[in-house]
């Protein structure tokens, strides 16, 4: 069969990669010079298996107001004229009740405890090297409250067979030795034995070049799309600013810009970019080696070989990518609070990215209207993590396959 995929971040490849091992042909397009130039090039480097619980929780709700108009919080919202912007921050509200924040968790851990056995595989399989430590990753709390809260959702998740420990102030310490010398205290922090973390961009581009290598994908790089063609219900081609391109089966992995070219096709899915900044500095004999994640800035930290990532922050101004100084400036503050020794100086790189959002969390796998267009999109800060075990999903059903994980909480169905 040959499939065409609409996309070559870290989803896209995955799953033309799964695919093209499969024995079909794979045929690529993507708009920037190269595979991940978008949200997979400078992300926070963590494949956070364990990491369920969305945005959309009953906790977000009282502090969505104190935290939406200041530069330095968590999650800021630009308001602005945009209907998309409007219909899903509504979507978002009515998921943050702990029924469907219970839902919804369920769905990223199924997901997520798949990507990791999908992504072993992966890794194994096409001998990609990405920096990639698998000791697992420290969520960090400074506040007994946010900390209580994240116990409770610990044990949640263990009941669906995601391992984690409880780890005091003195365990903390030992788990990462720099936290020694942290400039703010730590109450405590969740252990999440089977997460990982790596380079995402690195991944992305040596999985694609062996995907051309080893099985012929065709990678049309520097490529615009243009439309989505249909007749008689059904996807004939796509029209690109190169030609028009054909093939018996479609995905669509554009990330948040999936709904501009699913919308003249009249399907409706509920994804918002949401922005988030990350900032590379050169490791130091003082940077941690484990990968944290700090519980009351939202920020992560990975260790890169030589470089130190540092990704957080959420910020729904719709499609602009600008880097602002304001809101990189609380990451580096962060940096500084948490690790005062590594005394960094300028930064090695500033970057931004628009993550591909749904209202309730899990991404959107699966079928269309149209019996030969597919999905998968709409994975927001969990793109990576989800990446291998999506492309899995995706194979199964363009096979008409039978999955191997349940597809519940995951399709398009559930904005019906």
Same mark, same amino acid.
């Given at each position: 069969?040959?499939?065409? $995929?609409?996309?070559?971040?870290?989803?896209?490849?995955?799953?033309?990669?799964?695919?093209?091992?499969?024995?079909?042909?794979?045929?690529?397009?993507?708009?920037?010079?190269?595979?991940?130039?978008?949200?997979?090039?400078?992300?926070?480097?963590? %494949?956070?298996?364990?990491?369920?619980?969305?945005?959309?929780?009953?906790?977000?709700?009282?502090?969505?107001?104190?935290?939406?108009?200041?530069?330095?919080?968590?999650?800021?919202?630009?308001?602005?004229?945009?209907?998309?912007?409007?219909?899903?921050? %509504?979507?978002?509200?009515?998921?943050?009740?702990?029924?469907?924040?219970?839902?919804?968790?369920?769905?990223?851990?199924?997901?997520?405890?798949?990507?990791?056995?999908?992504?072993?595989?992966?890794?194994?399989?096409?001998?990609?090297?990405?920096?990639?430590?698998?000791?697992?990753?420290?969520?960090?709390?400074?506040?007994?409250?946010?900390?209580?809260?994240?116990?409770?959702?610990?044990?949640?998740?263990?009941?669906?067979?995601?391992?984690?420990?409880?780890?005091?102030?003195?365990?903390?310490?030992?788990?990462?030795?720099?936290?020694?010398?942290?400039?703010?205290?730590?109450?405590?922090?969740?252990?999440?034995? %089977?997460?990982?973390?790596?380079?995402?961009?690195?991944?992305?581009?040596?999985?694609?070049?062996?995907?051309?290598?080893?099985?012929?994908?065709?990678?049309?790089?520097?490529?615009?799309?243009?439309? $989505?063609?249909?007749?008689?219900?059904?996807?004939?081609?796509?029209?690109?600013?190169?030609?028009?391109?054909?093939?018996?089966?479609?995905?669509?992995?554009?990330?948040?810009?999936?709904?501009?070219?699913?919308?003249?096709?009249?399907?409706?899915?509920?994804?918002?970019?949401?922005?988030?900044?990350?900032?590379?500095?050169?490791?130091?004999?003082?940077?941690?080696?484990?990968?944290?994640?700090?519980?009351?800035?939202?920020?992560?930290?990975?260790?890169?070989?030589?470089?130190?990532?540092?990704?957080?922050?959420?910020?729904?101004?719709?499609?602009?990518?600008?880097?602002?100084?304001?809101?990189?400036?609380?990451?580096?503050?962060?940096?500084?609070?948490?690790?005062?020794?590594?005394?960094?100086?300028?930064?090695?790189?500033?970057?931004?990215?628009?993550?591909?959002?749904?209202?309730?969390?899990?991404?959107?796998?699966?079928?269309?209207?149209?019996?030969?267009?597919?999905?998968?999109?709409?994975?927001?800060? %969990?793109?990576?993590?989800?990446?291998?075990?999506?492309?899995?999903?995706?194979?199964? $059903?363009?096979?008409?396959?039978?999955?191997?994980?349940?597809?519940?909480?995951?399709?398009?169905?559930?904005?019906?």
């Amino acid at each position: 069969m040959k499939i065409i $995929i609409l996309g070559s971040g870290v989803i896209g490849v995955s799953a033309a990669y799964t695919l093209a091992a499969r024995g079909h042909e794979i045929e690529v397009i993507e708009r920037q010079p190269g595979s991940g130039r978008e949200t997979s090039f400078a992300n926070g480097g963590q %494949l956070s298996y364990s990491h369920a619980e969305p945005w959309a929780n009953p906790d977000v709700l009282p502090k969505i107001l104190k935290w939406m108009f200041r530069d330095d919080a968590p999650l800021v919202l630009r308001p602005r004229a945009d209907w998309d912007m409007i219909s899903w921050g %509504l979507k978002f509200l009515l998921n943050c009740n702990a029924r469907r924040a219970h839902a919804s968790s369920v769905s990223q851990l199924k997901l997520g405890l798949y990507s990791k056995k999908k992504m072993e595989q992966m890794r194994v399989f096409s001998g990609v090297k990405f920096d990639n430590r698998r000791d697992g990753i420290l969520h960090l709390f400074s506040q007994p409250k946010e900390f209580d809260h994240a116990i409770q959702q610990a044990r949640f998740q263990e009941k669906l067979g995601c391992p984690a420990e409880i780890a005091d102030t003195k365990k903390c310490l030992q788990l990462e030795p720099m936290l020694e010398h942290a400039g703010k205290s730590v109450a405590g922090g969740i252990f999440q034995p %089977l997460d990982e973390s790596g380079d995402a961009f690195t991944f992305t581009r040596e999985l694609a070049e062996r995907a051309a290598a080893e099985y012929k994908v065709v990678f049309n790089y520097g490529t615009a799309l243009r439309a $989505i063609n249909t007749h008689q219900g059904r996807i004939t081609s796509v029209t690109s600013d190169k030609g028009e391109h054909k093939a018996d089966a479609y995905i669509v992995s554009l990330g948040s810009y999936s709904p501009v070219f699913l919308k003249p096709l009249k399907i409706r899915v509920p994804i918002y970019p949401m922005k988030g900044y990350s900032v590379t500095f050169p490791a130091n004999h003082y940077t941690p080696s484990l990968s944290l994640t700090d519980g009351e800035h939202k920020i992560v930290y990975s260790r890169l070989g030589d470089r130190l990532r540092v990704a957080g922050t959420a910020e729904f101004a719709g499609y602009n990518t600008a880097v602002r100084p304001e809101r990189v400036a609380p990451i580096v503050r962060a940096v500084k609070e948490l690790f005062p020794r590594c005394e960094f100086g300028v930064p090695e790189a500033q970057w931004a990215c628009l993550r591909p959002s749904t209202p309730d969390g899990p991404p959107v796998i699966g079928k269309t209207p149209y019996p030969n267009l597919f999905l998968n999109t709409g994975h927001g800060t %969990l793109g990576w993590t989800q990446a291998a075990g999506s492309a899995a999903l995706i194979s199964d $059903i363009v096979e008409n396959r039978p999955t191997e994980i349940s597809l519940d909480g995951l399709t398009l169905e559930r904005y019906a």
